[in-house]
């Protein structure tokens, strides 16, 4: 693999070597644990297995709820230069940025919390379009104007990529408002990488900060092999999920703040808003998790070169299979892409016979593989930092499944000719495996109101039918990824109509924000209530 950006290991905080060696939120919490305190005080398990929490220690382990200390704890959290100040230090030391903020609501929290913050500096926003929902939450929620500007899309493959510095310039542009965000993707749910570092040049040019979601790269910038991690490359704000492949839990993730020269302002706003967005009763497990991956990454060059040594196998063995191949090699030949993560795997898998969908579902049905996503076209596995699965086992699974559709085709055909009725070679392996024809990725509507505005605006429920040409008043988002491809204040297209009604009944399938799961009908503003942004 070809690196394009400079991607150096952060330096290591601390001469001491504690960085490598502590934990230290992780360690008070330990500690606090070992002291067999009476806890007279929620949570109302009392860190025991004692009376009606004999199930959750018999199921968790006692020793979780041990740990299951509450903030505003002494020793813990409680006063000035404490243990969770250090780790929040150290986290900030370790992926290079000015601050660091804990999150225990996922990067949907720092997508709120970033959307709120920016809605201080003015309304103007350019985000790339394929923007995770959770932003667009954010945006309802500060009232901010968007506009904006469209990734590179492999139609065929179903795959959304990044955006290149000149279709990012002219989004800027073409806003009526003064721009004074951008938010961005990188990297891609396929694993694309987009030129942080130009796109950052372009937002600043234009006065503008840069937030880039990063969910998908916490383990950026922590070997030379990878991708450098965009709060080194000029981000004013980034999002991380620790949980996706830094090994922490589920749910728990980090908003940096870069040390740029819009540091100063964005501060006390995104303090603010982590206020707004995070829960008083933060729990100390996906704490002390994000604290224990921060402490194990630093620690992690030899186990990244060991996995990345059986991704390149994995890698090899999926290429020479003959009948699947990894769409990421063809990636770097995207204007917008300039590198790739190595750890998510997008694989063909026409060859089966059957969609992704029905892949994905089978794959978890029938051999106990659960692959990350799917299109049409494509299944994404993902390994995680410092592991090593054997690949083997899912190319077994995927050939298992080619074998049985085309057994299926020569039945079908010797059927058509004895019956005479059945269209040769149309007949699935059962009806269930019927494939879903998923339309093309659909052309986003018309912004005619402020999603704040259509959020709050009356509305009622029409059917599918009806809901074409009428505005929405819901964020629809195809799952996976999470994608909105309708926005509070969008114009509701058939395409998007039939799109989303595909993505509903396929195997593996679901909409976030519909009124029922068959998408037999949309919320939408009321007539009157309707006008132009």
Known sequence: MTVHQDSAVPATPHEDGRARTHAPYADALAKAAARNPLLLQTPGHGGNGDGISAGQADFFGENVLALDIPPLFDGIDLGVDTPKDEALELAAEAWGARRTWFLTNGSSQGNRMAALAIGTLGSGVVTQRSAHSSFIDGIVLAGINPRFVSPNVDEVNGIAHGVTPDSLRHAIRSHPETVTAVYLVTPSYFGAVADVAALAEVAHEAGAI??????????????????????????????????????????????????????????????????????????????????????????????????????????????????????????????????????????????????????????????????????????????????????????????????????????????????????????????????????????????????????????????????????????????????PNVLPGEEITQETIDFLQAVAASPSGHVRGSVDPELANFRVVVPSHTHEN
């Open 210 to 483: 840069l937030i880039v979601d990063a969910a998908w790269g916490a383990h950026f910038g922590f070997h030379p092999d990878l991708p450098a991690s965009p709060v080194t490359l000029g981000a004013d704000v980034v999002i991380m999920s620790t949980h996706k492949l830094a090994g922490s839990f589920t749910q728990s993730a980090l908003l940096h703040l870069g040390d740029t020269e819009f540091a100063d302002r964005l501060e006390p706003a995104l303090a603010r808003a982590f206020m707004m967005t995070a829960s008083t009763s933060e729990n100390a497990h996906l704490m002390a998790s994000i604290d224990i991956a921060r402490r194990d990454l630093v620690n992690s060059q030899d186990a990244i070169a060991e996995s990345l040594t059986n991704i390149r196998h994995a890698r090899a063995q999926i290429e020479g299979s003959g009948h699947y191949r990894l769409l990421s090699a063809d990636f770097l030949s995207s204007p917008d892409v300039v590198d790739i993560d190595p750890f998510r795997l997008p694989i063909d898998i026409t060859a089966t016979g059957f969609d992704g969908h029905t892949v994905r579902k089978r794959l978890a049905e029938d051999f106990g593989i659960f692959a990350e996503m799917a299109t049409a076209t494509t299944l994404v596995a993902l390994i995680g930092l410092g592991k090593s699965p054997d690949i083997s086992r899912l190319l077994d699974a995927l050939e298992q499944l080619r074998l049985e559709n085309a057994e299926a085709d020569v039945l079908a055909e010797a059927d058509a000719e004895v019956v005479g009725t059945i269209e040769q070679g149309a007949a699935p392996a059962s009806a269930d495996d019927a494939p879903v024809e998923i339309p093309p990725l659909p052309t986003a509507g018309d912004l005619v109101m402020l999603p704040r505005d259509a959020f709050f605006a009356e509305s009622e429920v029409v059917s599918a039918a009806e809901a074409a040409g009428r505005i929405s008043v819901s964020s629809l988002a195809a799952y996976p990824p999470g994608i």
